[in-house]
């Protein structure tokens, strides 16, 4: 069995991305219409009067880089 790390040990132990927001735009496009695609989206709250068809489709939220979690919560499921 590991020893539990601390929150510090933990996210000083995570990976680290350089990349400037511009860099990462053509991997958000590529997000974003494999979303659209695959039919991922959210129908968003409408803005003003009641025409459905003034209802946006966006994106669902999602996460681009893996989110590490700490090994003692991820051995709890």
Same mark, same amino acid.
């Given at each position: 069995m590991t020893k539990?790390? &601390?929150? /510090?040990?933990?996210? @000083? #132990?995570? *990976?680290?991305? @350089?990349?400037? @927001?511009?860099q990462l735009r053509a991997y958000v496009d590529e997000a974003v219409d494999w979303e659209a695609t695959h039919g991922l989206l959210l129908r968003a709250p409408?803005?003003?009067g009641d025409d459905w068809? /003034? &209802? #946006?489709?966006?994106?669902a939220p999602v996460a681009? #880089? *893996?989110s590490p979690i700490p090994r003692s919560e991820f051995d709890k499921v």
């Open positions: 539990p790390q &601390t929150n /510090a040990e933990f996210l @000083s #132990a995570r *990976p680290q991305y @350089s990349q400037s @927001s511009g409408k803005l003003d068809l /003034a &209802t #946006a489709l966006v994106p681009l #880089a *893996p």
